[in-house]
């Protein structure tokens, strides 16, 4: 088990920031492949952004590229993922999930296993 939870999330107008943090716990977690996905209202869940174990690969949805940043605290067991010049079109719950069957290296983007309960993200001016 690598019990996730996600926090930071709320309403940001267009153009703002947000931070959204994912917390863990044990070993399970630093050596696990964490990734970000979000769900809009009547659309499937898609992929956002992956780090792998280390923190030295990452992955990015294309609509995501330049402006989110994922970044990993082993020692803190905690991602964060910096969201920046948001969009209405990012506004979802947005989800953290680890992938415990990965080698050195992968920041994959399926395959995950584990998944918090998820955090609102609202931009609307």
């Known amino acids: 088990q690598v019990p996730l939870v996600e926090s930071g999330g709320g309403l940001v107008q267009p153009g703002g920031s947000l931070r959204l943090s994912c917390t863990g716990s044990?070993?399970?977690?630093?050596?696990?492949?964490i990734a970000w996905f979000r769900q809009a209202p009547g659309k499937d869940r898609e992929f956002v952004a992956a780090?792998?174990?280390?923190?030295?690969?990452?992955d990015y949805a294309d609509s995501v590229k330049g402006r989110f940043a994922i970044s990993r605290d082993n020692a803190e067991t905690t991602v964060t993922l910096r969201m920046n010049r948001l969009e209405p079109e990012d506004t979802a719950v947005y989800y953290c999930?680890?992938?415990?069957?990965?080698?050195?290296?992968?920041?994959?983007?399926?395959?995950?296993?584990?998944w918090g309960p998820g955090t609102q993200v609202t931009v609307s001016s």
């Open positions: 044990g070993r399970t977690f630093i050596t696990s492949a």
């Open positions: 999930s680890a992938r415990t069957r990965v080698v050195s290296g992968m920041a994959p983007r399926s395959g995950y296993e584990y």
């Open positions: 780090i792998s174990q280390g923190g030295t690969v990452r």
